[in-house]
């Protein structure tokens, strides 16, 4: 009787151990998956991150031809550079690489423009000409609101690159896009977590550390 007593009880420690080994393994797989999306959606928000040309938000590209924008503020950050979404109103620093050699060997112009519309008066204006460098230099004081840049190449026929900047200004709609895969993942969780309380084995578990 006594050895039998002594066998239940060891079985009843090897599954109370196994089942926390279960839940543990369960709860860090969760936490990481959880904790992964967030940095994602993160890099997504706060840097380009590396992706391939055809999905970098700072190109633009008609047929094979492509050109990048970048846009700097150095009186705020020295090392941060931006694309369409500036961060603070003040001087700006537009630079337009032009990434297909083709696009060297013809005048290209940049314009911006204040508010949606891509004519009128330009703010900023780097007349068009050749350059075998491949990179458009401009500077201009842009305050709060929308700008629009247009950036052409003078071929034949021409060749037209458009941006929209907004300065100091909220996306709400890309926020939101932004951040709904990690409030799924929240949720989720959430769901998991609750799950486990609702079926007692986190209860037991604690119970088994306990004793």
């Excluded at 369960?26 to 997504?44: E, G, K, N």
């Excluded at 090392?79 to 083709?102: F, M, R, S």
């Excluded at 409030?183 to 977590?193: E, N, P, R, S, T």
């Amino acid at each position: 009787m006594r050895r039998e007593s002594l066998l239940k009880k060891h079985e009843g420690v090897v599954k109370s151990t196994g089942g926390g080994v279960v839940l543990k393994q369960s709860l860090y797989s969760i936490v990481t998956a959880f904790v992964f999306v967030i940095l994602c959606s993160a890099s997504t928000v706060w840097g380009h991150g590396r992706v391939s040309l055809e999905e970098d938000n700072c190109v633009r590209q008609i047929g094979n031809n492509m050109v990048h924008l970048n846009t700097y503020q150095p009186q705020y950050d020295q090392a941060g550079h931006y694309c369409t979404e500036i961060p603070a109103a003040g001087d700006t620093y537009l630079v337009v690489d032009l990434i297909d050699p083709a696009l060297r060997n013809m005048p290209v112009s940049m314009k911006v423009f204040r508010g949606e519309e891509k004519g009128g008066e330009a703010i900023v204006q780097v007349k068009a000409d050749y350059h075998p460098d491949g990179v458009i230099n401009g500077i201009g004081k842009l305050d709060k609101g929308l700008y629009s840049v247009m950036v052409t190449a003078e071929g034949v026929p021409p060749l037209n690159y458009y941006y929209q900047l907004r300065v100091e200004m909220v996306d709400y709609g890309k926020l939101v896009r932004t951040w709904a895969g990690p409030a799924v993942a929240i949720l989720f969780l959430g769901w998991l977590m609750y799950k486990l309380v609702q079926s007692g084995r986190l209860r037991s578990w604690f119970k088994s550390q306990d004793d």
